[in-house]
């Protein structure tokens, strides 16, 4: 828009530069105040200390049941994990776990790449801090606000919880099955055993169905469920678990 060439016209369009300016800006500090705000900081200390028996992600699947039926899990620390379990979950969900500060963001870039190309979520690229924040916090949907949300929550995570409660908190909320969720109750329900009874095939089998717990279980011999299993025995071995 043009206006008079005279110093009315100069004030007006300098306060209209300003204005859209401003508009931009508090538009700006309206998304980053909204999204800081969606973050729930002042649960995340208490992983360190406690546990979470109901999951965001529980709740997504009992209002997509229509709360006819409400998901639960048992909870078990991770002393009472078969630590073959712990190494097959790593190397299979986040090999750089114990080296990253939350996010792996070589993985990152790697995903959008993929997803670019492939023009869809083909491809994750989230760390199990990353993984616990959606299980927890979020839901299940994929879109970009939910990952910025997932990576403000993972960042923050990693400063106030330790590695060791996040694995633990991680392990005993992630969903293996319909309506199963931890592997406490995963190792019960398909194996009969405890967590720490499993055989390294069962750790394995259990690791290999994270990705997709509602089309695949840990009992099955599809290709999908023995190629994964594949895949973590030839990663187990480099990872080292420091003591939790």
Same mark, same amino acid.
């Given at each position: 828009?043009?206006?008079? !060439?005279?110093?009315?016209?100069?004030? %007006?369009?300098?306060? /209209?530069?300003? *204005?859209?300016?401003?508009?931009?800006?508090?538009?700006?500090? +309206?998304?980053?105040?909204?999204? +800081?705000?969606?973050?729930?900081? %002042? #649960? /995340?200390?208490?992983?360190?200390?406690?546990?979470?028996?109901?999951? $965001?992600? &529980?709740?997504?699947?009992? &209002? @997509?049941?229509? /709360?006819?039926? +409400?998901?639960?899990?048992?909870?078990?620390?991770?002393?009472?994990?078969?630590?073959?379990?712990?190494?097959?979950?790593?190397?299979? @969900?986040?090999?750089? %776990?114990?080296?990253?500060?939350?996010?792996?963001?070589?993985?990152?870039?790697? $995903? &959008?790449?993929?997803?670019?190309?492939?023009?869809?979520?083909?491809?994750?690229? $989230?760390?199990?801090?990353?993984?616990?924040?959606?299980?927890?916090?979020?839901?299940? !949907?994929?879109?970009?606000?939910?990952?910025?949300?997932?990576?403000?929550?993972?960042?923050?995570?990693?400063?106030?919880?330790?590695?060791? *409660?996040?694995?633990? #908190?991680?392990?005993?909320?992630?969903?293996?099955?319909?309506?199963?969720?931890?592997?406490?109750?995963?190792?019960? @329900? %398909?194996?009969?055993?405890?967590?720490?009874?499993?055989?390294?095939?069962?750790?394995?089998?259990? *690791? *290999?169905?994270?990705?997709?717990?509602?089309?695949?279980?840990?009992? !099955? #011999?599809?290709? +999908?469920?023995?190629?994964?299993?594949?895949?973590?025995?030839?990663?187990?071995? !480099?990872?080292?678990?420091?003591?939790?």
């Amino acid at each position: 828009m043009q206006f008079p !060439d005279n110093e009315f016209g100069t004030l %007006f369009g300098r306060y /209209l530069e300003k *204005a859209h300016y401003k508009k931009f800006r508090f538009g700006l500090l +309206y998304f980053i105040v909204v999204l +800081y705000l969606s973050v729930p900081s %002042f #649960n /995340l200390p208490l992983l360190e200390y406690g546990h979470i028996r109901i999951s $965001s992600v &529980m709740e997504q699947r009992a &209002m @997509e049941n229509l /709360l006819l039926f +409400y998901p639960g899990q048992s909870w078990v620390n991770p002393g009472n994990i078969n630590p073959n379990l712990l190494r097959s979950v790593v190397s299979m @969900e986040d090999g750089k %776990f114990f080296r990253h500060k939350g996010i792996d963001w070589e993985e990152l870039e790697k $995903s &959008m790449k993929v997803n670019k190309k492939r023009r869809k979520m083909a491809r994750g690229g $989230s760390t199990i801090t990353m993984q616990l924040a959606k299980n927890l916090f979020l839901r299940t !949907d994929k879109n970009v606000f939910r990952k910025a949300k997932e990576i403000l929550i993972a960042t923050r995570m990693e400063k106030e919880v330790s590695k060791g *409660a996040i694995l633990g #908190n991680y392990l005993n909320v992630i969903e293996l099955g319909d309506g199963i969720f931890g592997v406490k109750k995963a190792s019960e @329900e %398909f194996f009969k055993k405890d967590p720490k009874d499993l055989s390294l095939n069962e750790c394995l089998r259990i *690791a *290999a169905v994270i990705p997709s717990p509602l089309e695949h279980k840990p009992t !099955d #011999n599809s290709p +999908y469920v023995l190629r994964r299993v594949s895949l973590i025995r030839e990663r187990y071995n !480099d990872i080292i678990l420091p003591k939790l």
